[in-house]
């Protein structure tokens, strides 16, 4: 059974239902040969992404940035998963006040330096809170569940 690994860091009750909607999305095939496995990036090692068929990434933007959480997971992973991850697919979310520019820039530049393969686009969800946010969770959630199911990545 393929497992996608979701990292979220959701310290707001929107954040929370975003990375709640992206597990239910991926949660759509769990019985169909992916499980998902949701921790967030303060308890998440190097072991775990080795563990994983793919992953996503999920961030509040935090003065244009990702969160320390997620930079912290990073910061205490990246050699241990650095040669041992070429083309590990990924992909993120980021809900941002602003453009999530930063942010995006960021995630993309370290996990380029991993190697890691970009299989969706950036999921940016910009501005005020409005509830399609969720409807695009949960939809990453399960595209990334169905190319693991289908072979696709």
Known sequence: MACLLLIAHSPSEN????EASVGDG????ESEGVRLRQLSPLVATAADVLAADAVILGTPENLGYMSGALKDFFDRSYYGLLN?????PFAYYVRAGLDGAGTSRAIES????MKWKLVQPALICRGDWRPAFLDDCQELG??????LDLGIF
């Open 15 to 18: 954040l929370r239902a975003m």
């Open 26 to 29: 991926a949660r759509l095939l």
């Open 84 to 88: 041992q991850t070429d083309a590990l």
């Open 110 to 113: 370290i996990c380029g330096g």
């Open 142 to 147: 399960q595209a990334m569940a169905s190319g």
